[in-house]
């Protein structure tokens, strides 16, 4: 009778989408003002065996990562806003081809990243929170990279004031789900 149960989820309560922190490596002034993460999807590619009567669908051998997105409030001095503008500008190099060398040279970067002499990425961790707003899992993102940030409209004609909440894609290698010691969920 015990092996019929040992199956059935002992925690009851709801993962709430409230409860969450994110660190960013190299934008840390984005991070303490995120509102918004996600952990993004994964697609797993699909091969087509094909047979006489019917071709079948079985498992492809690579995963697709969807993207990290992050909202956050912008400050009113831009700060947060020019760490990923700049980040941008410097993998891009719009004007002038210094700018990446700037990139790299005003990084926060962690040890890892100095050992490959690329200061482009960052990491990043999603902390999770229980229902008492305790730390309950991590998802750990390596080599981080801003692609896309949302524009920020002004309006005058606004009746209230909204403030701004600015979004970011990145792109990513790998992320990973672990317990609070990093032991793979």
Not at 119 to 144: A, C, H, Q, R
Request: aromatic fraction near 16%.
């Amino acid at each position: 009778m015990a092996g019929i149960f040992s199956s059935q989820i002992e925690n009851r309560n709801f993962l709430s989408p409230v409860g969450f922190k994110f660190t960013l490596t190299r934008a840390p002034k984005v991070a303490f003002f995120c509102n918004q993460a996600n952990i993004p999807d994964l697609t797993l590619g699909i091969a087509n065996q094909p047979t006489y009567l019917k071709d079948i669908d079985v498992p492809g051998d690579k995963i697709v990562f969807g993207d990290l997105n992050l909202s956050f409030m912008v400050d009113e001095n831009l700060e947060n806003y020019m760490e990923l503008q700049k980040w941008i500008r410097g993998l891009g190099y719009p004007e002038y081809l210094d700018q990446y060398k700037e990139l790299y040279e005003s990084a926060i970067i962690g040890e890892r990243y100095k050992q490959k002499s690329s200061s482009v990425f960052s990491d990043g961790t999603l902390e999770v929170l229980n229902s008492s707003m305790i730390p309950n899992f991590l998802v750990y993102f390596k080599d981080l990279f801003p692609y896309s940030l949302q524009t920020l409209e002004f309006d005058a004609t606004a009746s209230d004031v909204q403030y701004f909440t600015a979004t970011v894609s990145f792109k990513y290698t790998m992320y990973n789900i672990t317990d609070l010691s990093n032991t793979p969920l």
